[in-house]
């Protein structure tokens, strides 16, 4: 079983910067898609960010509300993910939860079925 824990969450004014990371229990470079969603209140949760592949095979994929800003990488010292958060905005307050899901040969398989359990970020004007 994979247990995710996500770490770096925080308070931050407009315009400013945080980088959010997901721990996994074991090893996940080559063998797990990770992913970022958020949920904001009252909001539904929604996709942030992706990653998939290894090596010279990463793809990412972001959202249009925050391609520009925001990059995941994968993190071997951690066995996961982080998320480079810039130029924050008031409307990315929610709180960010780590996901993943299997993968071989780079290719990412069945729905996200692991999750950890969520840092707040809260981004004022």
């Known amino acids: 079983q994979l247990q995710l824990v996500e770490s770096g969450g925080g308070s931050v004014q407009d315009g400013g910067n945080l980088t959010l990371s997901c721990e996994a229990s074991k090893y996940t470079y080559s063998s797990y898609c990770m992913a970022w969603f958020r949920q904001a209140p009252g909001k539904e949760r929604e996709s942030v960010a992706h990653?998939?592949?290894?090596?010279?095979?990463?793809?990412?994929i972001y959202s249009d509300s925050v391609k520009g800003r925001f990059t995941i990488s994968r993190d071997n010292a951690i066995n996961g993910v982080q998320l480079q958060m810039n130029n924050l905005k008031p409307e990315d307050t929610a709180v960010y939860y780590c996901?993943?899901?299997?993968?071989?040969?780079?290719?990412?398989?069945?729905?996200?079925?692991?999750w950890g359990q969520g840092t707040q970020v809260t981004v004022s004007s």
């Open positions: 996901a993943a899901r299997p993968m071989s040969g780079g290719t990412c398989y069945d729905v996200y079925k692991y």
């Open positions: 990653i998939a592949g290894y090596d010279l095979t990463i793809r990412t």
